[in-house]
């Protein structure tokens, strides 16, 4: 059972406006989330995270924000950029270990 | 940087064959993942290891075994490949409780 789900397949957005990314997660143990971003033909990198003791983090153009009681975090990416053309994956870990549950990602296209 | 090593971008073999994935990470991590990833399915874990000679199942580890007898070493093994292992697969390595480093993927075709 699928306990990191990203809904949306894909998503477009013009360049210069906001991209927005969802996840929802069920397992109410996990405190600890990720984003990755994957290029074509590479592995996925690391891109940003967020433990559950905070709501929102940020770097540069990019800000996750947490909402535990709705079990949903978003990544934020303004602006966006043709480069951020890529598919996002989100990521969850509870404290019992270092295993992390992906979601099935969401390929972002930023059109020039 | 870290880095993480997949031996093989690109691996076609046939179905019954055993097959070996390796990957190596120089950066002394204590933790070793394979993942799959298909399209639709995202990644999905097959196994993990924490340490040396150590391994625990994944999501997925039907049809698979791995081999870390080395810390900055470890291997996927496809007992008798099948087709439906046709995949892109991928390590990773990380310390406890940090964000994982991914290699560059092996897409193994199996005929």
């Known amino acids: 059972d699928q306990q990191v789900k990203q809904n949306s397949p894909s998503l477009s957005v013009q360049e210069g406006r906001i991209s927005i990314l969802n996840c929802d997660y069920t397992n109410s143990m996990f405190d600890y989330f990720l984003w990755y971003k994957k290029y074509p033909a590479e592995g996925p990198t690391f891109l940003i995270s967020i433990s559950s003791i905070k709501d929102k983090n940020e770097d540069g153009r990019f800000t996750v924000f947490l909402n535990k009681s709705a079990k949903h975090l978003s990544l934020h990416i303004v602006p966006s950029q043709p480069g951020d053309s890529a598919v996002y994956f989100c990521a969850a870990s509870a404290n019992t270990g270092n295993q992390f549950y992906f979601g099935t990602g969401t390929s972002l296209t930023v059109i020039p | 940087d870290v880095k993480v090593t997949q031996s093989s971008r690109y691996l076609v073999k046939r179905t019954g064959e055993k097959v070996f994935l390796e990957c190596v990470q120089d950066?002394?991590?204590?933790?070793m993942f394979w993942y799959r990833q298909d399209p639709g399915l995202g990644l999905r874990l097959i196994y993990f290891s924490y340490d040396v000679k150590m391994k625990e199942k994944g999501d997925i580890p039907e049809g698979y075994s791995v081999s870390r007898e080395k810390k900055e070493r470890f291997s996927l093994i496809l007992e008798s490949a099948s087709t439906n292992q046709t995949s892109m697969y991928l390590c990773a390595s990380s310390d406890r409780d940090q964000p994982q480093h991914f290699g560059d993927g092996t897409r193994l075709s199996i005929l």
């Open positions: 950066m002394d991590h204590e933790n």
